[in-house]
């Protein structure tokens, strides 16, 4: 039977559960602050990430990217916000810093430089954009998935066109039989509604 390791963090004692080599608490402590030994006792609860953000992210003045080095999230820089007790994008509070508070909640900390999946926390970089700006950005960018990059996608592009090219040709069943789609799936490509941006040319 293999023997399980323990996590790296000394005199810690419990079991590693990830490739980091910490057990399950000092990896949350992590992702939370970015510090698996952060969210210490009151006298220093900010850690080194918060103290990071205030003295480095902050008062870099650069154009360049500046990565984030603590927890993120599918890229995208994470901290623990000390106002709110919950975990918090950094770059959304840079952008608050920076740009002051969002104009709706719904608005979003876009990045000019198409890298805030790499943890840039550049605050020029940033500006407040609506979710629909802001995808269209990541489109422009070459950061948002669509169409076939997509995990779960069934059709590539030269089928959807295809598809739309058959419209008034076959019924809705006849196309999603021979391309092994759901008629609602052809509804949705035929209408407009997804796969938009595929045209017939």
């Known amino acids: ?47 080194e990430a918060q103290r990071y953000f205030r003295e480095v992210v902050l008062a870099y003045d650069g154009d360049e990217c500046l990565a984030w080095p603590y927890g993120c999230d599918r890229g995208y820089a994470q901290m ?14 840079v952008c608050e810093e920076e740009n002051g508070p969002p104009p709706t909640p719904e608005y979003e900390a876009a990045h000019s430089c198409g890298k805030g999946h790499l943890a840039c926390v550049t605050k020029r970089h940033l500006s407040w954009k609506t979710p629909f700006d802001n995808s269209n950005d990541r489109v422009a960018h070459g950061t948002l998935p669509r169409g076939s990059l997509i995990g779960t996608s069934k059709l590539t592009e030269s089928q959807v066109r295809e598809i739309k090219r058959m419209q008034g040709l076959k019924s809705h069943r006849e ?22 941006w595929a045209n017939m040319s």
């Open 175 to 196: 196309i999603a039989e021979e391309f092994g789609v759901s008629r609602a799936h052809i509804s949705r490509i035929i209408k407009g509604v997804s796969w938009t």
């Open 1 to 47: 039977m293999a023997t399980k390791s323990l996590c790296s963090i000394p005199d810690c004692g419990k079991t590693a559960v990830n490739s980091r080599g910490w057990c399950v608490a000092h990896y949350h402590r992590w992702q939370r602050h970015g510090d698996p030994l952060g969210g210490g006792p009151p006298a220093t609860p900010n850690g």
């Open 80 to 93: 623990w916000n000390t106002r709110t007790g919950k975990t918090a994008s950094v770059s959304r509070l």
